[in-house]
């Protein structure tokens, strides 16, 4: 995340008086930036387990929060047994110790609730069948799933109870699933279960916490699959299933407090088209006033190979970083037009063969090693590099 350069420094200082002003007003312009947004607007999204220090080190660099997967499969692999906390918890605590806010996502299905099936033969993907609604276990499971969840992490939640030592941060924003309109988060999206999915999620979590916010899952904008006359189809554009929900779920629009979008696109002029099409779907069904989460955002700074056909989210150290600067620009000058919360970028660090430009995709490099997108980063969120 490049951070943006600032206007008015075209001509040369000659003064060592003039050269201290400019920069005590670079500084101020960087903190006037980072002000000018809401709280908690800066978000990464790890794809690993990180340290202590390296979140630490997010903190310092001006991150307000991280997303974080529950998932179902994971955490309640066997069924009639009780959900195992153990990895959230950590996860959970060393975050808050950190000062960092935590936006998890609940997603997934164990193989005894839905069943699970291959979506890329090539890479051995495999998603559930369908989402968790279909069946009266299916529900009640998801459901149990999300009341224990938020009874453990949401305020005088279980587990602040008995880590007294851990500052108190409780969770007050969930994500429901992840990418609910693509096939490798659930091989068969649907709208009208989606929506379904989102009126459980909104009983069962306000149930424990009447104060929580629900947020729909990051909709990938445009996946490629969505343009295939597939039966059931393989993927949605993100307005086309959002507009879908809308129509197939009466009263919905009161189950969920925010929208969640995955505007990954080649080059950072592309977003503004993709936000603005899903805010026009929210105003034509008299959601206007609904904010909008960027759950994830990134490029690669991996160079582009033709052993991989010319990856186009591949840009090199200096491109990521130019994306990221454009990208961040961008958004925090509409963030008062699209009612943009948070924005997350993706990732913190790589992760080889996680996706097509994952490998890259971190701000940080092997050993922790800071790339220019991290430096840019910082400048926006106006925080401090180390």
């Known amino acids: 995340m490049v951070s943006a350069s600032c206007s008015g420094r075209g001509g040369r200082i000659r003064a060592w008086l003039v050269s201290v002003v400019a920069v005590v007003g670079l500084s101020c312009l960087a903190s006037a930036r980072a002000e000018a947004v809401p709280v908690n607007f800066w978000g990464v999204v790890p794809q690993e387990t990180l340290s202590p220090g390296q979140l630490e080190r997010?903190?310092?660099?001006?991150?307000?929060?991280?997303?974080?997967?529950?998932?179902?499969?994971?955490?309640?692999p066997d069924?009639?047994?009780?959900?195992?906390?153990?990895?959230?918890?950590?996860?959970?605590g060393q975050a808050a110790t950190a000062g960092l806010e935590v936006l998890p996502f609940v997603t997934g299905a164990p193989k005894w609730?839905?069943?699970?099936?291959?979506?890329?033969?090539?890479?051995?993907?495999?998603?559930p069948l369908n989402l968790p609604v279909r069946t009266a276990a299916q529900r009640?499971?998801?459901?149990?799933?999300l009341g224990e969840a938020v009874r453990r992490y949401g305020p005088s939640g279980l587990f602040w109870n008995q880590n007294q030592a851990i500052p108190q941060r409780p969770i007050r924003v969930w994500q429901i699933w992840n990418e609910e309109n693509f096939k490798y988060f659930v091989a068969h999206p649907n709208p009208a279960e989606y929506g379904k999915l989102v009126k459980l999620s909104s009983t069962a979590i306000r149930a424990a916490d009447p104060g929580a916010r629900i947020l729909l899952g990051g909709m990938f904008a445009r996946p490629k699959e969505a343009e295939y006359k597939r039966k059931p189809p393989s993927a949605y554009f993100a307005t086309d299933f959002l507009d879908r929900m809308y129509k197939k779920t009466p009263g919905v629009k009161a189950k969920?407090?925010?929208v969640a979008l995955h505007p990954y696109t080649y080059d950072y002029h592309q977003l503004a088209p993709d936000i603005e099409a899903l805010?026009?779907?929210?105003?034509r069904h008299g959601d206007a006033g609904k904010g909008l989460w960027i759950t994830e955002l990134g490029w690669s700074s991996g160079r582009p190979k033709a052993s991989n056909g010319f990856n186009q989210f591949e840009k090199g150290p200096a491109g990521q970083a130019a994306q990221?600067?454009?990208?961040?620009k961008l958004i925090v000058g509409k963030q008062a037009k699209w009612r943009l919360r948070q924005i997350f970028w993706f990732s913190v660090g790589d992760a080889p063969g996680a996706c097509n430009f994952?490998?890259?995709?971190?701000?940080?490099?092997?050993?922790?090693?800071?790339?220019?997108?991290?430096?840019?980063?910082?400048r926006f969120a106006g925080g401090r590099a180390s």
């Open 58 to 76: 997010l903190k310092l660099g001006g991150v307000d929060s991280v997303r974080i997967g529950i998932d179902w499969a994971t955490v309640q």
């Open 324 to 328: 990221l600067k454009g990208a961040f």
């Open 113 to 127: 609730a839905v069943r699970s099936v291959v979506v890329n033969a090539a890479s051995h993907s495999s998603a």
């Open 358 to 378: 994952c490998d890259g995709s971190g701000l940080f490099g092997p050993g922790f090693v800071a790339k220019p997108s991290w430096n840019a980063y910082v």
């Open 140 to 145: 009640e499971g998801w459901q149990a799933l």
């Open 79 to 92: 069924p009639g047994t009780a959900p195992n906390w153990s990895g959230i918890d950590a996860v959970v």
């Open 279 to 283: 805010r026009t779907v929210l105003k």
């Open 256 to 258: 969920f407090q925010g």
